[in-house]
């Protein structure tokens, strides 16, 4: 069994940096990839950004510029840097965590969520 749990959201003034962590913990032998995905009210959930154990990155194109992950194998945490907020950032963020080797990839996991308010 594996935990994974996101920290670090809150209220920010657009413009604003805030930066999310995301832990995991239990049975893990080898991570695939860990992303972070949001999730506005009314809309559907969305990939934001991704980061593979070897440390290629990508990201959403709303993001680009704006938002920096980063990881550390070795406390199996990522962050998430998230600078110039938008109101349009709002959203909760979730973060999953692939298990497995580079090439195979064997289930995910998901946190619970950690809200992101950005006003105006």
């Known amino acids: 069994q594996v935990q994974v749990v996101e920290s670090g959201g809150g209220l920010v003034q657009a413009g604003g940096s805030l930066r999310l962590s995301c832990a995991a913990s239990?049975?893990?032998?080898?991570?695939?990839?860990i992303g972070w995905y949001r999730q506005a009210p009314g809309k559907q959930r969305e990939l934001v950004a991704h980061i593979s154990s070897a440390g290629s990155t990508n990201y959403a194109d709303s993001v680009k510029g704006r938002f920096t992950i980063s990881r550390d194998n070795a406390k199996n945490t990522v962050l998430l840097q998230m600078n110039s907020l938008k109101p349009e950032d709002a959203a909760v963020y979730y973060c999953?965590?692939?298990?497995?080797?580079?090439?195979?990839?064997?289930?995910?996991?998901w946190g619970q969520g950690t809200q992101v308010t950005v006003s105006s």
């Open positions: 999953n965590v692939v298990l497995g080797g580079p090439f195979s990839p064997q289930g995910s996991y």
């Open positions: 239990g049975r893990i032998f080898g991570i695939h990839a």
